[in-house]
């Protein structure tokens, strides 16, 4: 399969580009591997044809609005993030009208339609950087409140906030599962994702986007160590570090939406073109902007 697959890639002149989150033989066949912001600036530059995304909706949105002469194909096209849905433009609409200096900024997990009501995008990889950076005094991040919060955090001196978006997968660890997982292993270094709740991040060593996480695995002097995310991280850590010892947080850490891209679905769109990524020109262009700006002020 994986042998086809590269055929399929070099006759289609297309590439995969793989988030973390998706199996470990879907990563394998990939061209990229990474985070979401690495991925997007991957999709950015790329010279092929066309790319399939191993990841959720919004991040093929994202590749067809920064690229939007390639073809972008998703394996599963129901695969999508449920907090990408979970701010309306209502909600947008009143901050707006409540504060004159408001910049809206917009976690990348969200809908192509929400970015073109937003002033900036942001992964967790850069969102800090950017708000601090931002001359505005307001913010109104959305749609993730623990990422928002970690961002308030952070960024003191100015009046963030959030709406009540969530990720389903990372919201629902509490500080409990932690202190179990912590009892289960002394000794070993907690690292998890800004998605989860405050009570979590409280009880980690370090915090941080998906390749933050992994680097800091690296990096770290430690043998063992308890990951708050989805365990797709785990095999790029096992591959460069097998020494180290990962465990998790709770017994199930998987994003099912991510789990629904397989290799046969990989097939299916390479040969026949199936799950093309389509958007309207005008909303390109409105999309475009927001994410443009995440690329120039994370540099
Ligand atoms: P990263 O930006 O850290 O890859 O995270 C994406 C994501 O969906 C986290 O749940
Ligand atoms: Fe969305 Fe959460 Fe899955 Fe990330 S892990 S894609 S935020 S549901």
């Keep these: 399969m994986k ?56 991040m093929g949105e994202s590749a067809k609005i920064l690229n939007p002469g390639k073809r972008v194909f998703m394996p599963d ?29 917009c976690y990348i997990n969200s809908t192509a339609d929400i970015k073109t009501l937003s002033d900036v995008c942001v992964t967790s990889a850069n969102a800090v950087k950017i708000v601090k950076n931002l001359p505005n005094k ?54 998890v994702h800004p998605e989860c709740k405050q009570e979590v991040r409280e009880e980690a060593d370090y915090i941080g986007s998906t390749s933050g996480i992994i680097k800091y695995v690296l990096d770290t002097d430690a043998e063992e160590f308890i990951i708050g995310t989805v365990d797709g991280v785990f095999p790029c850590i096992e591959e460069q570090a097998p020494n180290k010892k990962l465990f998790k947080v709770m017994e199930e850490q998987v994003c099912p939406n991510m789990k629904k891209v397989t290799l046969e ?35």
Excluded at 8 to 13: E, F, M, P
Excluded at 36 to 47: G, H, I, M, Q, R
Excluded at 291 to 299: D, H, R, S, V
């Design 3 to 58: 042998e086809y697959i590269t055929k399929l890639k070099k006759d289609n002149d297309a590439i995969i580009l793989a988030h973390y989150y998706v199996d470990k033989e879907v990563q394998d066949v990939a061209d990229y591997i990474g985070d979401s912001f690495y991925l997007a600036k991957v999709a950015k530059e790329t010279d092929a044809k066309k790319i399939i995304f191993a990841g959720v909706e919004f």
């Design 77 to 105: 096209a129901s695969a999508d993030c449920p907090m990408a849905h979970m701010v309306t433009e209502k909600e947008i609409k009143e901050k707006r009208e409540q504060y004159d200096d408001l910049a809206v900024v």
């Design 138 to 191: 307001n913010i109104f991040f959305i749609p993730d409140q623990n990422l928002g919060d970690y961002v308030r955090r952070q960024v003191p001196e100015k009046n963030v906030m959030t709406n009540d978006g969530f990720c389903p997968r990372h919201h629902i660890m509490t500080k409990e599962d932690v202190l179990a997982a912590k009892d289960r292993h002394p000794g070993a270094k907690v690292a």
């Design 265 to 299: 679905k990989i097939v299916d769109v390479l040969e026949n073109e199936t799950n093309e990524v389509f958007l309207d020109d005008e909303f390109i262009k409105k999309a475009l902007s927001p994410l443009e700006k995440m690329l120039e002020l994370a540099k």
